[in-house]
């Protein structure tokens, strides 16, 4: 991630260790290392917002606010002030138009119930990735689970994370295709979920001035644009800009998922899915 080595090679006697693995098991291991009195970690990061709310309800995280993130829209702050969006993702449709036309690809979220999509459709699973919970929740919300219980009847392909390489369609998909991949994107006009994921400060932080200076530079303008130039991500910073191909969030309709909902429906949600795709 480019603001890690950003923040490194600016602030060079600071060494920055990365852990890197799906929201679930980041969220795991944080109890965890808490429960047995381990403080190993200074800042926490997933894609499932919810995740925040059970850590701040468990009085697990350090109350700090970067400069400049009151602009930041209201999905991408707490308003008690625990934890914050440094980066947002939308969940779409992507195809691979050397496979499948243009003229036939799904354009809404209810024509991969198609039949013809049996067999040929890959997603996430909301147990291991946050984007995908929240993605779930969105359209159980949209739509009800239902939806859900009929898109299983084609036999979907679940993989573990959102950024798995055949998991490009929730995620990495607008750094895919500039790189020059067969992949073309479809933003169903009846709604996009906006995935936010957030970052806090461990209240516990073995070494809380460092973790400060962090937060503070991957809020700053540089780190955000950074996150959108070179990963194709949306930020809730108001002055970053966005190439001319890539859609404004105020133009697409957004579905999104409240935190506290996503908190409560976790083990539903994940219960559900499970039940529904067999995995």
């Not at 503070?216 to 070179?230: G, N, T, V």
């Not at 108001?238 to 409560?264: H, N, Q, R």
């Amino acid at each position: 991630m480019p603001h890690w080595h950003a923040f490194k090679t600016k602030y060079t006697g600071i060494d920055v260790e990365l852990h890197r693995t799906g929201s679930q098991r980041v969220l795991q291991r944080f109890m965890q290392e808490a429960a047995a009195g381990i403080k190993n970690g200074d800042i926490v990061h997933t894609s499932d917002a919810g995740n925040f709310e059970l850590l701040k309800d468990k009085g697990m995280l350090l109350k700090f606010t970067p400069q400049g993130v009151a602009a930041f829209p209201d999905g991408f702050k707490d308003k008690a002030g625990f934890y914050y969006g440094m980066r947002a993702t939308l969940s779409v449709i992507a195809y691979n138009p050397k496979v499948i036309s243009e003229k036939d690809a799904p354009k809404t979220w209810k024509d991969l119930l198609n039949p013809r999509w049996s067999g040929k459709m890959v997603t996430a699973h909301p147990g291991y990735s946050g984007i995908i919970m929240t993605h779930v929740l969105a359209l159980v919300n949209a739509y009800g689970w239902d939806y859900f219980r009929d898109l299983a009847k084609n036999k979907l392909h679940i993989v573990q994370s959102a950024n798995d390489p055949a998991g490009v369609v929730a995620s990495g998909y607008y750094k895919t295709l500039k790189q020059g991949n067969p992949i073309k994107i479809v933003y169903p006009k009846e709604g996009i979920p906006l995935v936010v994921s957030p970052v806090a400060i461990a209240k516990d932080a073995p070494h809380p001035n460092a973790a400060k200076l962090f937060t503070e530079f991957i809020f700053s303008k540089e780190s955000q644009q950074l996150l959108a130039d070179k990963e194709g991500l949306y930020t809730g910073h108001p002055e970053v800009t966005y190439p001319a191909d890539k859609p404004k969030l105020k133009e697409l309709k957004l579905l999104t998922a409240d935190a506290d909902e996503l908190e409560k429906r976790n083990a539903e949600i994940k219960k559900r899915f499970t039940e529904l795709f067999g995995a």
